[in-house]
């Protein structure tokens, strides 16, 4: 009968879970379009909430402090990118102008191993092959500048950028001044009977989540700013670009640090074809590497978060390629969900009957006990004979 209560309480579980998870993917495909400005709201109340907590706990008003946090947070982003967008823009500019030069550099530095080939393989395509990367570098260049001219003038792109600009704000206002009502509300909705069981769950994820989120995005802004200057006052074309670039791409560990060894190391080498600057310039992301290592990573994200690199890298792909730039918003958080869902079942998998096969165990028991039990009866017996 219990076995049966069991059976049927994890059913129920099973049942509620699944149609509670169905019908939040399901509704974040339905309002994809129109979820952007209240998911990077949201985004931005989680990672500003601390700081709103530090301040209502010196006795500000939550709705005040939170207005003063979010003021400050939006100055230093639009101060942020009023910088640097101008530097930004004009090194594409030259990138896009130079790249054409910068293949038939590669083609001639790569022209004796491609004679090797030809000469083992019979077949003569190099200056086919030439000329289509040249071709396409130059398609590609005119694409990206087509591309950014459309968005610049397509009317939903500004319909889009006015709603987050104005709707995020409001959401991460609200979001932040009544965090502590949302939360209670949600603890709320809990069920009773596992109340224990998903409270440790969400510690777990927001754990991982704000370990990630806030620490990994204080590493890879702090790496792209010195990788940029760096890189800039090294002399490296580019340098603030590419510098910028494998910053924030550090946010998918070492991906970004690697990738921008290999392109300004690339550059570097075309640039002058010293070894000595292509060294310094290999030498200012290896330097990165080992304070990040060694000093950011350990202090801003710590050692518990455990989103191992590829998961997070394939989490950002899948969650681009079905929502776009919505879906690698959320990734993150849904990966680091996932993560902790995952061990926990794999946790209670192995606490399981079927994994111990206490079936078994039982059974042996159970022979064990009624072997006891009948080597007492014999031996009183034997007692009750002799007497």
């Given at each position: 009968?219990a076995a049966k209560k069991q059976q049927i309480s994890l059913k129920v579980h099973l049942t509620f879970w699944a149609i509670v998870s169905v019908l939040f993917f399901f509704s974040v495909f339905i309002l994809k379009a129109m979820l ?352």
């Open positions: 009968m952007l400005p209240f998911v990077l709201g949201i985004a931005v109340a989680y990672l500003l909430n601390p700081a709103v907590n530090n301040l209502g706990n010196l006795g500000f008003n939550r709705s005040a402090a939170a207005l003063m946090i979010l003021g400050g947070f939006l100055v230093l982003i639009l101060a942020f990118f009023g910088v640097l967008t101008p530097i930004l823009i004009k090194e594409f500019k030259a990138f896009s102008k130079d790249l054409p030069d910068y293949i038939d550099a590669f083609w001639e530095l790569m022209a004796p191993y491609s004679a090797m080939i030809e000469q083992y393989t019979g077949v003569d395509n190099g200056d086919s092959l030439k000329e289509l990367l040249k071709n396409n570098s130059a398609s590609a260049t005119q694409a990206a500048k087509v591309m950014m001219a459309y968005i610049a003038s397509s009317g939903q792109a500004v319909v889009d950028f006015i709603a987050v600009a104005v709707l995020m704000p409001i959401v991460a206002f609200f979001m932040m001044a009544e965090w502590p009502k949302i939360t209670k509300w949600v603890h709320d909705l809990m069920p009773r009977h596992s109340e224990k069981t998903i409270t440790d769950l969400l510690g777990q994820i927001d754990e991982k989540i704000s370990g990630f989120v806030r620490g990994q995005i204080s590493v890879a802004v702090i790496l792209g700013i010195a990788y940029a200057v760096g890189l800039s006052l090294a002399g490296l074309k580019y340098g603030f670009l590419i510098g910028l670039m494998s910053g924030l791409l550090s946010i998918i560990p070492m991906v970004g640090s690697t990738l921008g060894l290999v392109v300004s190391v690339a550059v570097a080498w075309f640039q002058s074809g010293d070894l000595m600057f292509v060294g310094l310039i290999g030498g200012i992301f290896i330097a990165g590497q080992v304070i990040e290592g060694n000093f950011l990573t350990p202090k801003l994200v710590g050692d518990s978060v455990g989103l191992h690199p590829l998961w997070v890298f394939f989490a950002l792909m899948a969650g681009g390629s079905l929502l776009g730039i919505l879906g690698m918003l959320i990734a993150v958080p849904v990966a680091a969900v996932i993560g902790v869902l995952l061990s926990f079942a794999i946790h209670k998998y192995k606490n399981s009957a079927y994994y111990l096969d206490e079936s078994q165990d039982t059974k042996d028991k159970t022979a064990k006990t009624k072997k006891k039990a009948a080597k007492k009866d014999a031996k009183s017996k034997s007692q009750t004979d002799t007497a």
